[in-house]
């Protein structure tokens, strides 16, 4: 097809043959809004590198979940901040934690949401690693207990899926069968599964505080320049249990989301992250582009490479332009 027997323009000239040629349709469906609890009553915090954005306490989270719910968006995923840190992260599996908490007054006051946890120990050990600290590393092995014991501590108090975000290796399994030892067979595992060692979480620590104390994080979260080796830990997830995989950041990884969707059969999470969040509000603020394209044109992007869902922080703002709004 070459011109002038093919001209691409013709089918480009009205919007009614752009609608009907579009490949891609963003929809609410595909939204999922983080939210970070923190304790207290009427609290809301602001995130100051991601307006818009609060820690919120549990009360007025609710309301958030409820205008989530409203807007038509199916699921959002809860953060906890802890008041109280230790080695051990003990407030990621206490009955009583944070996000526990919210995750059953959610799941009370709008149940028809679908609500995920996010389930990590960084936000709760006082050294700000996912894992346990053994002679100055991250040790693998006596994480994974914790990690399944945080997972069933959010299914315990209702969540409706759990997502571990902490890139230990052999961690899905160990949820999944404490999960299923524990009655909670039902209860979906969505991994972080290709979790780069990235400096787009850089607004999220702030707001999480949950930056590490020494160190980073690479001898556990993805070096950004591999895409084999994500193919390895996504086959990996699968052969544990995952029923979601997830690809995090979104933005700079579009290639590793297509790829994921070429060979594997399994649903495609995609996490646009705080630091892509605030880089658009950043020049959207400065008057340097238009929010609301740059935000339907990002979205649509990362849906097009593939993603089945997009964990975004303008989940929101993303619904209520797909209503005309
Ligand atoms: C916890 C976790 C992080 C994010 C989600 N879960 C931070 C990290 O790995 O340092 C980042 C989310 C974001 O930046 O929006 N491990």
Redesign the pocket.
């Known amino acids: 097809m070459i011109f002038p027997d093919y001209r691409p323009r013709r089918m480009r000239q009205s919007k009614a043959f752009r609608r009907m040629i579009r490949e891609t349709v963003l929809s609410k469906d595909d939204l999922v809004l ?1 939210l970070f609890a923190i304790s207290g009553k009427n609290r809301k915090n602001p995130i100051e590198s991601m307006p818009g954005h609060y820690q919120q306490s549990i009360d007025n989270l609710v309301k958030t979940a409820k205008k989530a719910k409203d807007v038509g968006i199916p699921a959002v995923i809860i ?1 906890g901040i802890p008041d109280k840190k230790d080695a051990l992260g003990t407030q990621a599996y206490a009955k009583n934690g944070i996000v526990q908490r919210a995750v059953k007054e959610v799941k009370n006051k709008v149940p028809d949401l679908a609500v995920i946890t ?1 389930v ?1 120990l ?2 709760y050990t006082d050294h700000g690693h ?1 894992g346990m600290i053994d002679k100055n590393e991250v040790d693998n092995d006596s994480t994974l207990d914790l990690l399944a014991r945080t997972a069933v501590s959010h299914a315990k108090a209702g969540a409706d899926m759990v997502a571990p ?2 890139m230990m290796d052999g961690r899905v399994r160990e949820i999944r069968e404490l999960m299923d030892e524990s009655d909670f067979a039902n209860v979906p595992i969505m991994a ?1 599964s290709a ?1 780069y060692c990235s400096a ?2 850089g ?3 702030q707001a ?1 505080d ?1 930056a590490p104390q020494f160190g980073d ?1 690479r001898t556990y ?1 993805m070096d950004p320049a591999n895409g084999l080796e994500a193919m390895r830990e996504v086959s990996m997830d699968i052969e544990e249990g995952a029923d979601i995989v997830m690809v ?1 950041p979104a933005l700079a990884y579009l290639d590793v989301i297509y790829r994921i969707t070429q060979e594997f059969d399994l649903p495609v999470a995609a ?1 646009s ?3 892509e969040y605030s880089m658009i509000k950043a020049a959207v603020n400065n008057g340097w582009l238009d929010g609301e394209k740059v935000m339907m044109e990002t979205l649509t992007s990362i849906k097009r490479a593939g993603a089945d869902m997009i964990l975004t ?1 303008f989940a929101i703002d993303a619904a209520q332009v797909l209503d005309g709004k």
């Open positions: 983080p953060f996010d990590c960084c936000q996912c975000s902490d972080y979790k787009f979480y607004p999220f620590r999480a949950s994080r979260q995090k996490y992250v705080s630091g922080y």
